[in-house]
């Protein structure tokens, strides 16, 4: 096996394919990249047994071939060769590595104790604008659990498409955000969980600058991302996902109106004086035209207030200081809604004018400040 290929091409291409290598499973062949050639074209794979990226760049190949090298090993010496071409020229499974005059010399693993990928055929394919779900993404992910969750099915993003829709959930247990949009799908109504690191690793190819499509198959298991030249596939979550539409609440006392900076500013001069935001929650007051906005901890005691647009009844409400900054910060509008059942009801996050996104934050049970 013998190829020469761009040293540039070939580090950028190492470094977003080593993100799917194990790094938690000692297993030689799995901590590699399997890099193969074919006649004129160089693929690279990582792949953990859960998530894999492939991709392929042109090279000019001498001899066909295939071999598995450690992901960080190659990665380093690749990131340090000058700019120009690498040669790369392979007996059985030693490797010798060749640009100007720096050679390294080093031992691969055999191709064939390289796991298989698994294949998505004949499912449910989806074409979808990057700069919409990019979005979409942007605006969901923050919501959906981390791994220390103890339901892993909500630790991946929702994906519910029906005639000419398409929507995202993410929740955790403290909140939930939806994102629904508009997409061009006549198939079969379908819904799959995809996990959060893959959407994560998904989001760092995407460039929400560019106007292009992304191709998505779906599978009974598998799901594959098809974004430039690169490709996903993740096993998808199975489980029982949260009835959302059963936790939304049905009624609402009062309506907020509120300039969504002018609140993210208000909360997040709260931050200097919580010293934990799961324990030191801040008091929301909303009344007349006015949100009113404190917090008390061992650092101290914050008080301020900001123009709202209230109707219907006062309200007080604690939360988690975080969770609400989060979803004003997603909700990316100059204005937002702000529905409120109560002090003990999740508080709803929605649009002024349309239906694109909804999001819930549960509040935090609030101590007398005296």
Avoid: W
Wanted: proline share 4%.
């Amino acid at each position: 096996m013998k190829f020469t290929c761009s040293t540039k091409e070939l580090s950028e291409a190492c470094s977003n394919v080593m993100r799917a290598v194990s790094t938690k499973v000692t297993i030689p062949t799995i901590e590699g990249i399997l890099i193969e050639c074919g006649s004129d074209t160089l693929s690279l794979t990582g792949y953990d047994f859960e998530f894999g990226i492939n991709t392929t760049l042109q090279a000019s190949v001498v001899e066909p071939g295939a071999i598995v090298i450690n992901a960080k090993v190659i990665s380093d010496i690749i990131r340090k060769l000058p700019d120009g071409k690498v040669t790369f020229d392979i007996s059985g499974t030693n490797v010798s590595i060749i640009s100007g005059a720096a050679q390294y010399s080093i031992t691969g693993i055999d191709a064939n104790d390289y796991p298989e990928l698994p294949s998505v055929s004949g499912g449910y394919p989806l074409f979808l604008n990057q700069t919409i779900l990019h979005q979409m993404v942007s605006q969901t992910l923050y919501a959906v659990a981390d791994n220390e969750s103890s339901k892993p099915v909500h630790t991946g993003l929702k994906f519910e498409l029906s005639l000419n829709q398409l929507r995202l959930i993410g929740v955790d247990g403290y909140r939930l955000a939806i994102r629904t949009e508009t997409v061009k799908y006549d198939g079969d109504d379908i819904s799959f969980i995809v996990p959060k690191k893959t959407i994560r690793e998904l989001m760092k190819l995407i460039n929400p600058e560019e106007d292009n499509n992304i191709s998505i198959s779906v599978g009974k298991r598998h799901i594959v991302f098809d974004v430039d030249n690169y490709s996903i596939i993740s096993r998808l979550l199975d489980g029982d996902f949260l009835d959302y539409n059963a936790a939304l609440p049905k009624t609402c006392s009062t309506t907020v109106l509120i300039n969504t900076g002018d609140a993210i500013d208000c909360i997040e001069r709260t931050l200097p004086v919580i010293e934990n935001d799961k324990k030191n929650p801040i008091r929301c007051l909303f009344e007349n035209d006015e949100m009113r906005v404190s917090t008390v901890s061992s650092r101290g005691r914050f008080v301020d207030r900001t123009h709202a647009n209230c109707s219907g009844d006062r309200v007080e409400i604690g939360f988690n200081s975080k969770f609400i900054l989060e979803a004003l910060k997603a909700a990316d509008t100059d204005q937002v809604k702000i529905e409120l059942g109560g002090s003990i009801s999740p508080a709803k996050v929605l649009p002024v004018k349309d239906e694109s996104f909804l999001f819930l934050v549960l509040p935090m049970r609030l101590k007398n400040e005296n």
